[in-house]
């Protein structure tokens, strides 16, 4: 077999840490965190949606549509940075000082 490459490169090969045994634990905080966090934002929704059906609101279409404005993109955007730091905190385990 020959040692040539079919897409030769002059790149060196890219090369990540992988995950050691003891960070099990903290991958596993980081999976309960997103499950907590998306179980939060089903409930709601669902919630929302049974409120507005029962008042005959019908919001489906509407929010398939929706398209925010920069107030509300700002926000959005602020609250998924938040969810990322919390995540990429438990993965590290890196939480810092307790406040006081």
Do not use: C
């Not at 990540?16 to 991958?27: A, E």
């Amino acid at each position: 077999m020959s040692d040539v490459k079919l897409h030769p490169t002059t790149k060196q090969a890219r090369r990540r840490d992988s995950l050691k045994p003891d960070d099990i634990n903290k991958v596993g905080h980081a999976i309960l965190t997103l499950a907590q966090e998306l179980w939060a934002v089903k409930d709601r929704q669902m919630v929302t949606e049974q409120v507005l059906k029962a008042r005959n609101i019908d919001i489906a279409e509407a929010i398939d549509t929706f398209q925010p404005d920069p107030e509300m993109e700002a926000k959005l955007a602020a609250s998924r940075q938040a969810l990322v730091k919390k995540i990429i905190t438990d993965l590290t385990g890196d939480y810092g000082p307790l406040d006081s």
